[in-house]
Every structure is written in C-alpha cells, then in structure tokens.
C-alpha cells in the first residue's frame, strides 16, 4: 500500500536499493536502467516535448529528459523525494499527490507530448489502473503517447512464475502489471504494446 512516511524514509537511499536489485538482475527491479532508457529515447523522439511524469521519485529519468529541454510537470506524494527531484529540475513544475485520488486540478486541462510512469502504478489495483489510464488518455495531444515502465508480465502464468521463485520477498501489497489483462480491459478504449525488459519488467507503450 502506498505509505508517504515509508517513502520519505526511503529517499535517500532508493536508487541504491534500487540499483543492487537490478545489478544482481533479482525481484523487482531487474531491466531498470534498460526500461528507463527504452522510455528516455522514445520521449527524445521530439524536441522540447511536454512530459508529465507520474510517481517521479527522486528525478531519475525526468531530470535527464530536464536538461536535454523538454518541459516537465510531474506527480509525487513524498515530500522527501519531491526535495531531492527538484534540486535537479528547479523550473519544472513539481506537485505533491496521492494518485490514488485521481488527478489534481492543476493539470486537468494540460496536454501532454508524453506521459511517463515508472515503478509507481503497481499501487493501484487492477481496477483502479484502467480507470487511471482512461485519466490520462485525456491529458494527451493528438499524437501524444503514455510510457509505463514497471513490474510487468506478459501473462498470469509469468507473473506467478515469478511469485513463486521470489516468495520470500515478494510484496502482495502491490498489484503487477499483467499484459494480457490489461490489453483486453483497454481493447475498446486505446491502442497498447508491451515490450518485456527482463524476466519481471518491461514497458507498456499506450496511445489513443
């Protein structure tokens, strides 16, 4: 579930955590620095783009995309990491929110070249997922597309897989992306790729 003060307490060391995880290519985070650059180039496919970054942490991705120019907005609910995050983007347009209560008022009537979000949506439940993306497919322009990097799996059997080698660990307060289901929940809605990193990540390209 998801926890502000656990976060917050998090901060300082989360891209190191971060970081043994994928280096030891373990649970969760295993194809991070690859899901993140597979985002990074697609978003860098035009210039000076509006982004939007849900659950943008400590600014990992959004600060690079920062100083190669594009204009960012983003969402956070730790004040902690909003801190760090905007040391490295002072001009960029950071609000603190739980994005379990949708979407502020500040950004509904903003349009986006690009929506990211990593690592952040596996806390909403398989509902509340369709009923965010549906969210956000207003938020983009024309031609605008939603990136989600995360815990994700092409199908059930793969996730339990998965849960099965890694239940000394694994969280059952988070809730995984599944491809398959969430293709057919959205099939009449947008258009959405998955394009598997690792054996537990991978990103999820979604447009109208």
């Known amino acids: 579930m998801l926890n502000k003060q656990g976060f917050n307490l998090w ?6 955590t971060v970081q043994i995880s994928e280096e030891n290519n373990e649970y969760p985070f295993a194809g991070y620095k690859q899901i993140l650059n597979v985002i990074f180039n697609e978003v860098m496919q035009k210039n000076c783009s509006n982004v939007l970054d ?23 609910f730790s004040p902690k ?9 002072p001009e960029a347009h950071l609000i603190e929110w739980d994005i379990s209560k949708g979407l502020p008022s500040e950004i509904i009537d903003n349009r986006y070249d690009s929506i990211l979000s990593t690592y952040t949506l596996h806390h909403l439940t398989d509902e509340e997922k369709v009923s965010f993306i549906f969210k956000l497919l207003s938020l983009l322009k024309e031609e605008g597309q939603i990136f989600i990097g995360d815990i994700s799996f092409q199908n059930r059997e793969k996730l339990n897989i998965c849960r099965q080698e890694n239940l000394h660990h694994w969280d059952d307060d988070e809730f995984y992306f599944v491809f398959d289901e969430l293709k057919c929940s959205l099939a009449n809605i947008c258009n959405c790729n998955f394009y598997p990193i690792s054996h537990c990540g991978g990103v999820i390209i979604i447009s109208k």
Not at 11 to 16: I, V
Not at 62 to 69: A, D, P
């Open 54 to 76: 849900i659950g943008f942490g400590t600014g990992v991705l959004t600060s690079k995309l920062y100083e190669n120019g594009h204009q960012i907005d983003g969402l956070d």
């Open 81 to 89: 990491m909003i801190t760090i995050a905007k040391a490295k983007m």
């Open 11 to 16: 901060a300082d060391n989360y891209d190191n």
